[in-house]
């Protein structure tokens, strides 16, 4: 394992477990009803995440993103759901990291493309659950199918080679990373978790 990869894992392991348990997608989801309201969530995250990062930018560092958006995935679901977006609220400055910064970019990208990992187990849960696949309401959780190792092992080797270069600066990383996952509890999880007095907060709303 990398150095980057072992600070990046290590230092985010807590807020990472908290957010597991604010954003549970098989105890969010009740119905389908429920399920599209979190996918909503998960929309106006990646609506303002996919907005701002500057895939020029890491197309400099030999990672190409472009390839890899989620929201026109989340778009196909809430479409094949019913679900409307026209009540999606901005997601206010300040919230995501700085995304023209390379160092916050790949940061940022350890939380969203580490969460395509689970999509395989959430994706057949939800299909025996709702009899919904890829082309009638998850295809943002099927996401890359058979290719998300791989896929993952790509992104790391990207960062890892990033994380080696003399201008790169692994505090900003990790804390980049540590941001993007509070980013995510506050947007689809509707609750802060960076601090821990807060963390036994009742969720309120997966679209805040």
């Known amino acids: 394992m990398s150095e980057i990869l072992e600070s990046l894992r290590q230092k985010t392991r807590p807020i990472h477990e908290k957010l597991e348990q604010v954003v549970d997608v098989f105890t969010a989801a009740k119905d389908i009803e429920s399920y599209g309201k979190l996918l909503k969530g998960f929309y106006r995250f990646y609506l303002a995440y996919e907005t701002s990062l500057n895939n020029s930018l890491l ?16 778009i196909k ?18 919230l995501l990291p700085d995304l023209e910064n390379p160092d916050s970019a790949f940061g940022s990208l350890y939380v969203v493309e580490g969460a395509t990992l689970g999509g395989q187990v959430i994706s057949r849960q939800l299909n025996e659950k709702f009899q919904i696949g890829k082309d009638n309401g998850a295809a943002f959780f099927t996401n890359y199918g058979s290719n998300a190792r ?59």
């Open 59 to 74: 197309l400099e560092y030999g990672f190409d993103y472009e390839k890899r958006r989620k929201l026109p995935l989340l």
């Open 150 to 208: 791989q896929m993952w092992l790509d992104f790391v080797e990207a960062l890892t080679k990033y994380s080696r270069l003399s201008t790169s600066n692994t505090e900003v990383i990790v804390d980049s990373a540590i941001t993007t996952f509070d980013a995510f509890g506050q947007i689809v999880g509707g609750r802060k978790i960076t601090n821990p007095n807060n963390f036994n907060e009742r969720i309120s709303s997966f679209t805040n």
């Open 77 to 94: 679901d809430l479409d094949s759901l019913g679900v409307d977006t026209g009540d999606v609220v901005a997601v206010e400055n300040g």
